[in-house]
């Protein structure tokens, strides 16, 4: 199971998510708001920003519970941007 290390809020309605694999992926949400109660919440910037992860990496909500699961992020929603780190390339203390 996939776990979520890291989270930014970047402009424009974009996460940068740091997954525990080493894997990086800037995620659009602009797709993901619409004109619903739960969603149109997001279109709002100060609230786009109070974005967090659950506390076991298993996710990320908003205030309103509207949530993502770690797996649909990493295996289904396309990235604008995408690294991967592996082991190789990062730094370690001996």
Same mark, same amino acid.
């Given at each position: 199971?996939?776990?979520?290390?890291?989270?930014?809020?970047?402009?424009?309605?974009?996460?940068?998510?740091?997954?525990?694999?080493?894997?990086?992926?800037? #995620?659009?949400?602009?797709?993901?708001?619409?004109?619903?109660?739960?969603?149109?919440?997001?279109?709002? &910037? +100060?609230?786009? !920003? %109070?974005?967090?992860?659950?506390?076991?990496?298993?996710? #990320?909500?908003?205030?309103?519970?509207?949530?993502?699961?770690?797996?649909?992020?990493?295996?289904?929603? &396309? +990235?604008?941007? !995408? %690294?991967?780190?592996?082991?190789?390339?990062?730094?370690?203390?001996?």
């Amino acid at each position: 199971m996939i776990k979520i290390q890291k989270l930014t809020v970047l402009d424009d309605k974009l996460l940068r998510i740091s997954f525990d694999d080493g894997t990086v992926k800037t #995620i659009d949400f602009n797709s993901f708001i619409g004109s619903d109660s739960l969603t149109s919440l997001l279109s709002d &910037p +100060a609230y786009f !920003q %109070q974005v967090q992860i659950y506390p076991n990496g298993r996710g #990320i909500f908003w205030p309103n519970s509207y949530d993502f699961c770690p797996d649909y992020l990493y295996g289904h929603v &396309p +990235a604008i941007r !995408q %690294q991967v780190t592996t082991s190789e390339t990062q730094p370690h203390s001996v």
